[in-house]
């Protein structure tokens, strides 16, 4: 297989092209659905979580420019449990189908959501980097953990 080369040194600027753009005009919020799905697309591709380790804008950033202001902690283990996982990508997918509903079929509400939703999971995981290590976010995100389960059904699935 060919080895990919990562693109965490500069992906950080379509997170923050995202958040600038959507703050000049919501409209551009439902750009967010790319930064859900894009994840999910490679990892039924069969690829896993090479977005986490070579692609996300969110763990570049964390990654860049945390390490400048992080306190440094480990992480506390119950955190960094499946069943915690489990739970943190529960509870954001019901928040975010709740919100999608509330927003019915108007896409300026759409977009909204979609930027709340990356604006709140980021303000989040900006805290948890500067707290704890500058990418605890990456231990508990709920598009990684995602991946991980498409991963592990699809090799179990070939494993049958």
Same mark, same amino acid.
């Given at each position: 297989m060919k080895k990919v080369r990562s693109h965490m040194s500069w992906t950080w600027i379509l997170m923050v092209t995202f958040f600038i753009l959507s703050i000049l005009d919501i409209r551009f919020g439902i750009l967010g659905f790319i930064c859900m799905g894009t994840p999910l697309y490679l990892a039924l591709?069969?690829?896993?979580?090479?977005?986490?380790?070579?692609y996300c804008p969110r763990g570049s950033f964390l990654g860049n420019f945390l390490k400048y202001v992080t306190i440094d902690n480990a992480l506390p283990k119950k955190i960094n449990t499946p069943k915690?996982?489990? %739970? =943190?990508?529960?509870?954001?997918?019901?928040?975010?189908? *709740?919100?999608?509903?509330?927003?019915g079929m108007n896409f300026n509400k759409i977009?909204?959501?979609?930027?709340?939703?990356?604006?709140?999971?980021?303000?989040?995981?900006?805290?948890? %980097? =500067?707290?704890?290590k500058p990418r605890s976010w990456c231990q *508990?995100?709920?598009?990684?953990?995602?991946?991980?389960?498409?991963?592990?059904?699809?090799?179990?699935?070939?494993?049958?």
């Open positions: 591709r069969g690829k896993g979580k090479i977005h986490c380790a070579k915690f996982r489990n %739970g =943190v990508l529960i509870f954001m997918l019901t928040v975010f189908g *709740i919100s999608l509903l509330n927003a977009a909204m959501t979609m930027f709340r939703f990356m604006l709140v999971s980021s303000i989040v995981s900006i805290l948890m %980097g =500067v707290f704890f *508990i995100c709920p598009m990684g953990h995602a991946t991980a389960l498409i991963k592990k059904t699809q090799t179990n699935k070939n494993k049958s």
